[in-house]
């Protein structure tokens, strides 16, 4: 992480931490994780093609009812994942 760049802003109600890479550092961020203290850290991932198959595979169940599993299934595609946005195409 780069100290000067990365900040914290604290409202009563939201709080939001912006990180930013060290000069060295090259690619996008796979995944964070966050808590109160290092022995109760929740993990979040961070959008790519991967993480949504591995996320989609473990939530969406291969038929629901009466539908195929080839129609119960979501097609998501990571089009582009840049520093300042990423696209998605359900």
Known sequence: LAAP?????????????????????????????????ASALQERLFISEENLDGFLGTVLCPSLGTQSGLEAQA????????????????
């Open 5 to 37: 760049e990365s900040s914290v802003s604290v409202s009563a109600h939201n709080a939001a931490i912006a990180l930013a890479k060290a000069p060295g550092s090259a690619g996008p961020w796979e995944k964070f994780c966050f808590g109160l203290d």
């Open 75 to 90: 097609v998501i595609e990571v089009l582009d994942v840049a520093e300042d946005s990423s696209q998605i195409r359900l």
